[in-house]
């Protein structure tokens, strides 16, 4: 996203920590929060 005109700076950066928060849930939140139908879907 950094080559895109205008997302620079502090524009980039938000976009990063909500790209970091997504990722985080999909690793960690999806496991904890959401039943899946996997067996190793418990922490």
Same mark, same amino acid.
């Given at each position: 996203?950094?080559?895109?005109? !205008? *997302?620079?700076? %502090?524009?980039? =950066?938000?976009?990063?920590?909500? !790209? *970091?928060?997504? %990722?985080?849930? =999909? ?17």
């Amino acid at each position: 996203m950094r080559l895109m005109k !205008g *997302l620079r700076g %502090t524009v980039s =950066a938000w976009w990063a920590l909500v !790209g *970091l928060a997504i %990722t985080t849930f =999909a690793f960690l939140g999806v496991n904890m929060f959401l039943s899946g139908l996997h067996s190793y879907g418990e922490l």
